[in-house]
């Protein structure tokens, strides 16, 4: 009988332990749970995505068309797949843009305009300018970038007779210089720096 009460009382004492380990689980243990919280990876990732690329507007269906996946991780990666197809298709078209200042305008500036198919011997400056007008944000999906890392384009290009001036200069961030430059979808999506850059929510 006494066995028994003993029994009783140390089995409930486990199992008054065992409930709040249950309960906190996600808090106890993070390093398990972490991998599996769609919720939480979805979270991380849309608010990624609105602070690179402000003005696109991602479509998150993906998320309610592989709900049977089982995977989590499986699961993570076809989002991710998806976001990055949707940042390649995002419809863009090269527009004439802002000048700057003519009093910034320098000796021989409009002679170096002209259409050449070599790049003008003041080239780096006008991109540094181009540059600070668009406050260092990519023309196309409006992201940070830091000068090192810029591409430029023409709004007119350069083989029709557009020039080096600051209106048909275009600045571009590296993932979009390869879209608007892409010749193979396939190949410049699975190419896209972005990719590794949202793999890293799915494999924290
Ligand atoms: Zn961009």
């Excluded at 200042?101 to 320098?106: A, G, M, N, R, V």
């Excluded at 050449?116 to 080239?123: H, M, N, R, T, Y």
Aim: proline fraction near 3%; glycine fraction near 2%; charged fraction near 30%.
């Amino acid at each position: 009988m006494n066995l028994d009460l003993d029994f009783i009382i140390s089995a409930s004492l486990l199992i008054a332990c065992i409930i709040p380990l249950y309960i906190y689980r996600r808090k106890i243990f993070p390093f398990i749970y972490k991998k599996g919280d769609i919720d939480l990876f979805l979270k991380d990732l849309k608010l990624h995505m609105m602070e690179i690329h402000p003005k696109f507007n991602y479509d998150y269906s993906i998320v309610e068309k592989t709900k049977d996946e089982k995977d989590i991780r499986i699961r993570e990666t076809l989002i991710v797949e998806n976001i990055v197809e949707q940042y390649f298709n995002f419809e863009y078209i090269k527009k004439t843009q802002k000048t700057i200042p003519s009093d910034k305008f320098w000796k021989g500036y409009e002679e170096h305009s002209k259409s050449s198919s070599k790049l003008p011997s003041d080239w780096p400056r006008r991109k540094e300018l181009a540059y600070t007008r668009d406050e260092g944000k990519c023309n196309r999906c409006y992201r940070k970038i830091k000068i090192d890392d810029t591409y430029t384009s023409f709004a007119k290009n350069i083989e029709n007779g557009g020039g080096y001036n600051f209106e048909n200069i275009i600045i571009l961030c590296s993932d979009c210089n390869k879209i608007i430059n892409s010749t193979n979808p396939t190949s410049t999506i699975h190419n896209l720096a972005l990719n590794e850059e949202l793999m890293v929510f799915v494999k924290s």
